[in-house]
Every structure is written in structure tokens, then in C-alpha cells.
């Protein structure tokens, strides 16, 4: 199960806490990174590595004391932050013998295909150049709260490993494992150190709190888990402060808490959609839902109301089980909605497709883990 030796692409995930020392980045750790990687690599392995870092970087320059939690400070401090922490990166890989190229990210990117495509040719270029991806979520410019699009990056760490199909994750924290009860309170709480399915008690176990200037906490590795499963990508939870931790866990020793993938891995265009945000949601009828279940297109009769305001090519929900690219905008789904399928191109035009959805383009929520 620890047998990482045919992995060739691998994601490392750096949460502030593990970054930062005192609110100021840890030159010493990063050149320690820098030295794990460049052995890493120099296996024939590529290596992206997503980092937090920047907001606390930026409010230590800011001369800012304590969680900063107005947005536009926040933004402000990432602004600030982020050249600092590249900076740190460029600096120590360099004297490994390292390029890094950076790359920051919206939750907007991820979700809309063609720029989601660009992004991942772009990264694909960059590791075929021998690069090493620093990713980052762009909070200068997020439209989304700072924090709850990605939660500290684990949710992005785990959506590009997803994305470009990176066989492991490896999540650097400041906890050395999942314990299976909180072990801060409780003395006799022990490591896990393999999961092979999220449970209740996974989930109960979890701890809800990040340090000052980080979002994340137990639960949002284990979403991060949930979505690297997905793809058929392992991950590995441990204390990023460990010595030579990354080379261990490659080796396969026992260290931090081991998530098992998905038995069967699905397809990146079928992961782009069940992780993409549904801009709304089509609410159909039973007969509908019963068709779509036997790998049927949605028709515009079986729509009975549509919810929000989304442009043909979308994402939607349907009703609360599924997720669809749409062939219509909410628009046109307001004229069509319980119309037959021959009106789609009797209104709209003969280059239109007559469903609303095609079997390829819905996925039900059900493939996944239970939602953490």
C-alpha cells in the first residue's frame, strides 16, 4: 500500500503553519524542501508543489499583529505576501539546481473548462521544461472569501493533483498523522495510519480549527482526500517538520496517515465536472431522473423548473443528485422547460443540440465518498 515507486508525478502541499515561523516565512525550510525536491527529481519524478504562506507573509510586512480576517486586508496582505514568498522559493531551489514557475489560481479557472484546459496545458508545459510549479490560489484577486474556496489550499492541492493526474499527494502539515479522537484532549488517542474509506468516525474525528493565518483543518484534508481518490491519487498526511519526510514517505516507511484511491479511478473530464461549482440547477421530474439513471440524455420535457442565471456550456445541478454540463443557457431552459425536444431547434436554431444534456456530461454525486 506504501509502495510509491512507480508514482512519477507527485503534488507536496505546504500549509502556513508549516511555512511560517513566528508569522515569517522559514527560509531554513525551504531550503530544506528545496534539497528533498531536487532529490525527488532527480529520479525522473516531476514535482508540483502547492504553498500557502502568502497572507502571513504579507501581514508580518504589513506590520499587521493577529488573524487578519477582513477580506480586503487579507487581499492586501496576499498582495504583499506573494512576491516575498516566490522570492524565498526562487532563492533555495535555485542553489538545489531548481527552476520554480508560478502559477495562482481562482476557483473561476478551475471551473470553466477552456481556461481549465489552458491551465493544465500551461502546467504540462512547465513540468516538460523541467520546472517546478509553485501554485498558489490568486487572494488579490478571488472573487470567492478568502479561505473558503480552497480552505488553506488542501482543497487546491487536491484538485490539481486531480487535474493533472498526479499519482500521489503529499499534504505537509503541523500534525505528524489523523488520530482517530482529538489528541490535544484526549491522552490515549491514537494515529491512524492507513484509511481506506472517509467513515462518520473519520468525520467526527476531525478537528475544525486552523492557526492564525491559515484556513484549513482536519476536515478539509479529508474533503482534499476525497477528491484525490477520485482520481486514482494517494495521499499522504504527515508532519511536514520531519526529517527528510518527503524522501520516507517515497520509500515507503511507515510515516503519518496513508489515504488510499478510489478503486476506480474516473475520467478527468468526468472529475472536471462533479468538482466543478454548479452556476445553478434544473430541477426535473421523476421520469427524468429515472431515464438519466439508465444512461439516458435529459430531454427539455422532463425540466420542470431551473434555478439561477448560467450560460449554455455550464455546469448545473440537477435536482440534488447530479451534476451536467448544460446545452442550454437558463435562458433558453425558461422557454423549453416541459416543451418536446424538436422545439430546442425550432426556436433556437438546426446547429443546436435537441437534449439538454448528454449521458457523457452528467455525473451523479453518488461516485464519490460520503461529503465530509
Given at each position: 500500500?506504501?509502495?510509491?515507486?512507480?508514482?512519477?508525478?507527485?503534488?507536496?502541499?505546504?500549509?502556513?503553519?508549516?511555512?511560517?515561523?513566528?508569522?515569517?516565512?522559514?527560509?531554513?525550510?525551504?531550503r530544506n524542501l528545496a534539497e528533498q525536491v531536487a532529490k525527488l527529481t532527480g529520479t525522473g519524478r516531476q514535482v508540483l508543489i502547492v504553498s500557502s504562506g502568502a497572507i502571513g507573509m504579507g501581514a508580518r510586512q504589513?506590520?499587521?499583529?493577529?488573524?487578519?480576517?477582513?477580506?480586503?486586508?487579507?487581499?492586501?496582505?496576499?498582495?504583499?505576501?506573494?512576491?516575498?514568498?516566490?522570492?524565498?522559493?526562487?532563492?533555495?531551489?535555485?542553489?538545489?539546481?531548481?527552476?520554480?514557475?508560478?502559477?495562482?489560481?481562482?476557483a473561476e479557472v478551475l471551473d470553466k473548462r477552456k481556461t481549465y484546459l489552458n491551465l493544465r496545458n500551461a502546467i504540462e508545459t512547465l513540468l516538460k521544461l523541467g520546472t517546478v510549479p509553485i501554485i498558489n490560489e490568486n487572494d488579490c484577486v478571488s472573487t470567492d472569501e478568502i479561505g473558503t474556496a480552497f480552505g488553506d489550499n488542501d482543497k487546491l492541492s487536491a484538485l490539481v493533483a486531480s487535474k493533472i493526474d498526479a499519482d500521489l499527494l503529499i499534504m505537509l502539515t503541523d500534525i505528524d498523522a489523523m488520530y482517530d479522537k482529538n489528541p490535544h484532549k484526549h491522552n490515549d488517542a491514537?494515529?491512524?495510519?492507513?484509511?481506506?474509506?472517509?467513515?462518520?468516525?473519520?468525520?467526527?474525528?476531525?478537528?475544525?480549527?486552523?492557526?492564525?493565518?491559515?484556513?484549513?483543518?482536519?476536515?478539509?484534508?479529508?474533503?482534499?482526500?476525497?477528491?484525490?481518490?477520485?482520481?486514482g491519487c494517494r495521499m499522504v498526511l504527515a508532519n511536514g517538520q520531519e526529517k527528510d519526510v518527503i524522501h520516507r514517505i517515497i520509500t515507503g516507511e511507515e510515516i503519518g496517515t496513508l489515504f488510499l484511491a478510489g478503486q476506480q479511478s474516473l475520467s478527468n473530464r468526468t472529475r472536471w465536472i462533479l468538482h466543478s461549482k454548479a452556476e445553478g440547477t434544473i430541477r426535473i421530474d421523476s421520469g427524468a431522473l429515472a431515464a438519466i439513471r439508465k444512461n439516458k440524455s435529459l430531454l427539455p420535457s422532463g425540466v420542470r423548473s431551473i434555478e439561477g442565471t448560467f450560460a449554455m456550456g455550464s455546469?448545473?445541478?440537477?435536482?440534488?443528485?447530479?451534476?451536467?454540463?448544460?446545452?442550454?443557457?437558463?435562458?433558453?431552459?425558461?422557454r423549453l422547460a416541459g416543451q418536446h425536444s424538436d422545439k430546442i431547434r425550432e426556436l433556437l436554431g438546426p446547429d443546436r443540440r435537441d437534449v439538454v444534456a448528454i449521458p457523457e456530461d452528467i455525473v451523479f454525486l453518488e461516485v464519490t465518498e460520503k461529503k465530509i
Open positions: 500500500m506504501r509502495n510509491f515507486e512507480q508514482a512519477k508525478r507527485v503534488v507536496i502541499k505546504i500549509g502556513t503553519s508549516t511555512l511560517s515561523t513566528n508569522g515569517s516565512v522559514n527560509s531554513a525550510y525551504i504589513l506590520n499587521m499583529d493577529g488573524p487578519v480576517t477582513d477580506m480586503k486586508l487579507r487581499q492586501a496582505c496576499a498582495a504583499t505576501g506573494q512576491p516575498l514568498l516566490m522570492h524565498e522559493y526562487h532563492t533555495a531551489f535555485a542553489k538545489a539546481g531548481l527552476v520554480v514557475s508560478q502559477v495562482l489560481l481562482t491514537q494515529p491512524i495510519r492507513i484509511i481506506k474509506e472517509i467513515t462518520d468516525e473519520i468525520i467526527k474525528a476531525a478537528g475544525k480549527k486552523g492557526s492564525t493565518h491559515s484556513t484549513g483543518g482536519m476536515k478539509t484534508k479529508l474533503a482534499a482526500a476525497t477528491i484525490a481518490a477520485t482520481a455546469v448545473v445541478m440537477l435536482n440534488d443528485v447530479a451534476k451536467a454540463i448544460s446545452s442550454l443557457s437558463s435562458d433558453e431552459l425558461n
